[in-house]
């Protein structure tokens, strides 16, 4: 199990850009896949972007395609979620999850959560 801590939302502009950060505990980090989701108001919890454990592999949704890149830094225990060109749509608030076994989009699958990061996009 691992702890996750999210940061780095906040208000901006529709166009502007933000980088998410998502702090994990433990010295096992870099054997969990890491992804991020995000839930704005009345809507179901959406798959954003997934990353492997060692950073080889990458995935992201339609949405996110072009405009978000996820990254990680295991010597710092950290997944990174760099958005740009962002939308009023992109408000929400983003979770990042972990888990040792799956790689995917799938929520359900994912043993550890982070409380999130609000992210609010103004047009």
């Known amino acids: 199990q691992v702890n996750l801590v999210e940061s780095g939302g906040g208000l901006v502009q529709a166009g502007g850009s933000l980088r998410l950060s998502c702090a994990a505990s433990?010295?096992?980090?870099?054997?969990?896949?890491m992804a991020w989701f995000r839930q704005a108001p009345g809507k179901e919890r959406e798959f954003v972007a997934v990353?492997?454990?060692?950073?080889?592999?990458?995935g992201y949704a339609d949405s996110a395609k072009g405009r978000f890149t996820i990254s990680r830094d295991n010597a710092k225990n950290t997944v990174y979620l760099q958005m740009n060109s962002l939308k009023p749509d992109d408000t929400a608030i983003y979770y990042c999850?972990?888990?040792?076994?799956?790689?995917?989009?799938?929520?359900?699958?994912?043993?550890?959560w982070g409380q999130g990061t609000q992210v609010t996009v103004s047009s």
């Open positions: 999850a972990a888990d040792r076994f799956y790689y995917g989009d799938d929520s359900r699958r994912y043993h550890d």
């Open positions: 433990g010295r096992t980090f870099s054997s969990y896949t």
């Open positions: 990353i492997s454990y060692a950073g080889g592999s990458t």
